[in-house]
């Protein structure tokens, strides 16, 4: 099994012939999906996502891919392709073209919509190409394939990537749900045709490679949803992901059986389930759609919700509404229903969401207490299922942290892959397909860039530490006048602390030790304001540590007169 090494450094020139792949993001971690193909001087990138930040990232609203490793070189990019429309393999997409706009977007008719309403709220016309499974497209030396792959988003799509040193076959998310509630399936009979032409290397979703068997049916979800509805007191609240419209739809066709009102909550829930109702992806009555503003008024037994926020995300509208600062309010006898998954690392945030709807006597229902959700990602017998459909020569797991990757590694060489045909990379990690055999040969930069705001970039992770320090441990502000000849103290010091734990009153012990400190220095010649802030800086610093055991951010201004 190949695997990455710290001390990789830069690529060689890219052999005559050969293919390149670079993973700028997805790779032991869950989001950021990015890939890049090289082949003869042009590249193809598939997919292009954000990574939503942790709790530990304060202020970031999301996280990119780093372009740097394209960024000289974007007028050599054929074209983007999009697997499918969830945010962590098109979010991103609005960044990349701002570099470079008339990049073409290949996909299928509703990522293209939904990227598309993206865009706008970026103000950038996209240059769309739309594609079909079954379809076949050439972009400069690629000639790629497009195959149906059943997720939990209408219209996704694996993509073989044909190149004349080999055929590529990425997955993208998928699962083999055989009632799917679309009826669509994922073309196995596609994938084996692949193998038997040759496979020389598959990269394949790796989320639930720890998950032994297959994946529940979507329609078994149906049912629970009904339950809850029917039963349901008061008005029945489902916070969702804002793409997942097979859930969406199993709500509304709960609600109307019931005869409820169904009203969407939250701008991007509004917005891509008003494309999917376009594009008749979402089927809908037309009198059971509501004005979100006009539900008050309804009897709450006649009500139901449908908002973003499964994920406890703060500015959600779940969030929001658990911790009262939403126009909607959760009441005694409503029901809630978190009709997702857990990413992994928001446990915390939404277990808190669960306990503030709680509070207000909200009876909600998730994962942990009814069959409200199944994954989109195929477990471990699916996947082996691919691996022997494909017969690949070479295999690159993709899409999981790096416990996936591992056991999805594993699942390959049982399949009969050898050991030293298994890649497992991390994000940067140069591969080359070389006379059929993939190999690691270098590294470039994959590093993490933050959204936050407008600005993008501009945060950095000493930046991050500083928040961190500062949410934390809070500040002190130490204020003094010197005089710029000789370094000498004219006037304070002024000391004050915020957010630190330290007793106000008790803050005037330091003065005396600062002083002592600054005189002797300006008594050494130190006239430099660098040296003077350093001088109060350990010296408050010092006694905070010894009196309280506490690291405060401090930050000292020095006056010059």
């Given at each position: 099994?190949?695997?990455?090494?710290?001390?990789?450094g830069?690529?060689?020139?890219?052999?005559?012939?050969?293919?390149?792949?670079v993973?700028?993001?997805?790779?032991?971690e869950?989001?950021r999906?990015?890939?890049?193909?090289?082949?003869?001087g042009?590249?193809?990138?598939?997919?292009?996502?954000v990574?939503?930040?942790?709790?530990?990232?304060p202020?970031?609203?999301?996280?990119?891919?780093d372009?740097?490793?394209?960024?000289n070189?974007l007028?050599?990019?054929?074209?983007?392709?999009?697997?499918?429309?969830?945010?962590?393999?098109?979010?991103?997409?609005?960044?990349?073209?701002?570099?470079?706009?008339?990049?073409?977007?290949v996909?299928?008719?509703?990522?293209?919509?939904?990227?598309?309403?993206?865009?706008?709220?970026?103000?950038?016309?996209?240059v769309?190409?739309?594609?079909?499974?079954?379809?076949?497209r050439?972009f400069?030396?690629f000639?790629?394939?497009f195959?149906a792959?059943?997720?939990?988003?209408p219209?996704a799509?694996?993509v073989?990537?044909?190149?004349p040193a080999?055929?590529?076959l990425?997955?993208?998310d998928?699962?083999?749900?055989?009632?799917?509630?679309?009826?669509r399936?994922?073309?196995?009979?596609g994938?084996?045709?692949?193998?038997a032409e040759?496979v020389?290397?598959?990269?394949?979703?790796?989320?639930?490679?720890?998950?032994?068997g297959?994946v529940?049916s979507?329609?078994?979800i149906?049912?629970?949803?009904?339950?809850?509805?029917?039963?349901?007191?008061?008005?029945?609240?489902?916070?969702?992901?804002?793409?997942?419209?097979?859930?969406?739809?199993?709500?509304?066709?709960?609600?109307?059986k019931?005869?409820?009102?169904?009203?969407?909550?939250?701008?991007?829930?509004?917005r891509n389930?008003?494309v999917?109702?376009?594009?008749?992806?979402?089927?809908?009555?037309?009198?059971?759609?509501?004005?979100?503003?006009?539900?008050e008024?309804?009897?709450?037994?006649?009500?139901?919700?449908?908002?973003?926020?499964?994920?406890?995300?703060?500015?959600?509208?779940?969030?929001?509404?658990?911790?009262?600062?939403?126009?909607?309010?959760?009441a005694?006898?409503?029901?809630?229903?978190?009709a997702?998954?857990?990413?992994?690392?928001?446990?915390?945030?939404v277990n808190?969401v669960?306990?503030?709807?709680s509070r207000?006597?909200a009876?909600?229902?998730?994962?942990g207490?009814?069959?409200?959700h199944v994954?989109g990602?195929?477990?471990?017998?699916?996947?082996?299922?691919?691996?022997?459909?494909?017969?690949?020569?070479?295999?690159?797991?993709?899409h999981?942290?790096?416990?996936?990757?591992?056991?999805?590694?594993?699942l390959a060489?049982?399949?009969?892959?050898p050991?030293?045909?298994?890649?497992?990379?991390?994000?940067?990690?140069v591969v080359?397909?070389?006379?059929?055999r993939a190999?690691?040969?270098?590294?470039?930069?994959?590093?993490?860039?933050?959204?936050?705001?407008?600005?993008?970039?501009?945060?950095?992770d000493?930046a991050?530490?500083?928040?961190?320090?500062l949410?934390e441990?809070?500040?002190?502000s130490?204020?003094?006048?010197?005089?710029?000849?000789?370094?000498?103290?004219?006037?304070g010091?002024?000391?004050?602390?915020r957010?630190?734990?330290?007793?106000?009153?008790?803050l005037?012990?330091?003065?005396?030790?600062?002083?002592?400190?600054?005189?002797?220095?300006?008594?050494?010649?130190?006239?430099d304001i660098?040296?003077?802030r350093?001088?109060?800086?350990?010296t408050?610093g010092?006694?905070?540590?010894?009196?309280?055991?506490?690291?405060?951010?401090?930050?000292?201004v020095v006056?010059?007169?």
């Amino acid at each position: 099994m190949s695997h990455p090494h710290p001390e990789l450094g830069p690529p060689p020139r890219l052999p005559d012939g050969a293919l390149r792949i670079v993973a700028l993001g997805g790779l032991g971690e869950i989001g950021r999906n990015m890939a890049v193909f090289e082949y003869d001087g042009r590249l193809l990138i598939v997919d292009c996502g954000v990574l939503f930040p942790e709790p530990d990232q304060p202020g970031v609203d999301l996280i990119l891919p780093d372009f740097e490793y394209i960024r000289n070189r974007l007028d050599d990019v054929e074209a983007v392709v999009l697997t499918h429309a969830h945010e962590d393999h098109i979010g991103a997409v609005p960044y990349l073209l701002r570099e470079r706009r008339d990049i073409p977007i290949v996909g299928s008719r509703l990522t293209l919509a939904l990227i598309e309403a993206k865009l706008t709220e970026h103000r950038i016309q996209p240059v769309k190409v739309g594609v079909v499974e079954g379809e076949r497209r050439r972009f400069g030396p690629f000639e790629t394939e497009f195959l149906a792959v059943n997720h939990s988003i209408p219209d996704a799509l694996a993509v073989a990537i044909r190149t004349p040193a080999g055929i590529v076959l990425h997955t993208g998310d998928f699962r083999m749900d055989q009632l799917p509630s679309d009826g669509r399936l994922t073309d196995l009979g596609g994938f084996a045709r692949l193998g038997a032409e040759g496979v020389d290397l598959l990269m394949s979703d790796s989320t639930n490679a720890e998950v032994p068997g297959f994946v529940t049916s979507e329609r078994e979800i149906a049912p629970v949803i009904d339950e809850v509805v029917r039963t349901a007191e008061k008005r029945v609240i489902v916070a969702s992901f804002a793409s997942h419209i097979h859930r969406v739809q199993q709500v509304i066709d709960s609600a109307e059986k019931h005869g409820r009102k169904v009203a969407l909550v939250g701008r991007s829930m509004i917005r891509n389930m008003g494309v999917a109702r376009d594009l008749g992806y979402l089927r809908v009555s037309p009198d059971v759609i509501v004005d979100s503003k006009e539900i008050e008024g309804w009897p709450p037994e006649d009500v139901v919700l449908i908002c973003t926020g499964s994920q406890g995300e703060p500015m959600a509208a779940l969030s929001r509404m658990a911790n009262r600062d939403h126009p909607i309010r959760v009441a005694e006898g409503d029901t809630v229903l978190l009709a997702s998954s857990l990413v992994p690392g928001n446990e915390t945030a939404v277990n808190k969401v669960i306990n503030g709807l709680s509070r207000w006597g909200a009876r909600v229902v998730h994962k942990g207490n009814a069959k409200v959700h199944v994954s989109g990602h195929a477990a471990a017998g699916e996947l082996l299922y691919v691996l022997n459909l494909t017969r690949p020569s070479n295999f690159m797991p993709v899409h999981g942290e790096w416990r996936h990757l591992r056991a999805h590694a594993k699942l390959a060489a049982l399949t009969g892959v050898p050991d030293d045909h298994i890649v497992i990379a991390e994000d940067g990690v140069v591969v080359d397909l070389v006379d059929g055999r993939a190999k690691i040969v270098g590294a470039v930069p994959a590093g993490y860039v933050y959204v936050d705001g407008t600005s993008v970039g501009d945060v950095t992770d000493f930046a991050l530490k500083d928040r961190r320090i500062l949410g934390e441990e809070g500040f002190i502000s130490v204020v003094v006048v010197v005089d710029t000849g000789t370094g000498k103290l004219t006037a304070g010091p002024e000391i004050h602390a915020r957010g630190s734990g330290i007793d106000p009153d008790r803050l005037v012990e330091i003065l005396p030790q600062l002083e002592r400190a600054l005189e002797e220095h300006a008594a050494d010649g130190v006239v430099d304001i660098q040296q003077i802030r350093r001088v109060v800086r350990r010296t408050v610093g010092r006694w905070v540590s010894d009196t309280y055991r506490r690291r405060p951010m401090i930050i000292p201004v020095v006056i010059e007169v």
